[in-house]
C-alpha cells in the first residue's frame, strides 16, 4: 500500500516561529502537494513539485515555501507563522500521467496561537 | 474564486437514501473529474474518477452522472448506509498543467441508520 506520512498530528506554535511540516512518500511518486483544508472551502493548493528541486506555486502560496531535496520528502515552511494559517494541512503524492491517483496523509493540524 | 462549485454543503438521509452531491467547473481544460472521500481524522482517498468523453461511470453503489455541456458533474451514492456517513470532495485536473487537483468545497453526509 502507498503511504503518506506526515510528520505531526497536532502542532501548536506562537505567532512569528518558522513552522516546518514534514512529509515523506514511500512509493517512489514524481508529484508531491501540499493543500490546506477549511470548512467549506475544500481543499486549496498551497505547492506542489514534479521532481526533486522542482517546486510551483499553487492557488494560496502566500506565506509559505517549500523544500524537495530528495523524491520522497516534501517540507512546507511557514515563514513567519500567523493564526490565520490555522488550519488543516495535507500532504499528497501521485506518479505523473494521465488521471493518476493521488494519496493523501492523515493531515497535521496546526494551530497558531 | 472556487473554480469548482460543490453543493449542498451537508446533507442527511436516512438508509436506504440516495444522496445526491453537485458540482459545476469553469475551466473548460479540466479532462479529469475525480471524487474523493474522506472519514474523520483520515485523508481524502480517492472513490471514484470520470473522464468528460463518458456521460456516467458506476462502481458499486456509487455513480458520476457528468454533463459536459453544462460543466456539471453528480456523484449519486445508491441504498446509502451508515457506513458512507463522510465528507465527499469533487475535483478537477488538467492534464496539461500537470496533476494538480481542484477542489469543491466538500458536502458532510450523515446517513441515519
Known amino acids: 500500500d502507498v503511504k503518506v506520512t506526515q510528520s505531526s498530528r497536532y502542532l501548536v506554535k506562537r505567532t512569528g516561529e518558522k513552522v516546518f511540516l514534514e512529509c515523506v512518500q514511500d512509493m517512489d511518486h514524481e508529484n508531491m502537494f501540499w493543500y490546506r483544508q477549511d470548512p467549506g472551502l475544500g481543499l486549496r493548493l498551497i505547492y506542489f513539485s514534479y521532481d526533486v528541486k522542482m517546486k510551483e506555486k499553487g492557488d494560496i502560496p502566500e506565506g509559505y515555501s517549500v523544500s524537495r531535496e530528495k523524491k520522497e520528502r516534501f517540507s512546507l515552511i511557514l515563514e513567519s507563522a500567523s493564526t490565520n494559517q490555522t488550519s488543516m494541512y495535507l500532504c499528497a503524492s501521485s506518479l505523473l500521467g494521465m488521471d493518476t491517483e493521488a494519496f493523501f496523509g492523515q493531515g497535521t493540524r496546526l494551530t497558531v496561537v | 474564486q472556487q473554480q469548482v462549485k460543490q453543493s449542498p454543503q451537508s446533507l442527511i438521509v436516512q438508509k436506504g437514501g440516495i444522496p445526491i452531491i453537485n458540482c459545476a467547473y469553469e475551466n473548460t481544460a479540466f479532462d479529469y473529474f475525480p471524487w474523493y472521500q474522506q472519514f474523520p481524522g483520515k485523508g481524502p482517498a480517492l472513490l471514484i474518477a470520470?473522464?468528460?468523453?463518458?456521460s456516467e461511470k458506476k462502481e458499486g453503489r456509487f455513480t458520476i452522472s457528468f454533463n459536459k455541456s453544462a460543466k456539471q458533474f453528480s456523484l449519486h451514492i445508491m441504498d446509502s448506509q451508515p457506513g458512507d456517513s463522510a465528507t465527499y470532495f469533487c475535483?478537477?485536473?488538467?492534464?496539461?498543467?500537470?496533476?494538480?487537483?481542484?477542489f469543491g468545497g466538500g458536502t458532510r453526509v450523515l446517513v441515519k441508520p
Open positions: 470520470i473522464r468528460p468523453d463518458v
Open positions: 475535483a478537477a485536473s488538467d492534464e496539461a498543467a500537470g496533476n494538480k487537483l481542484t
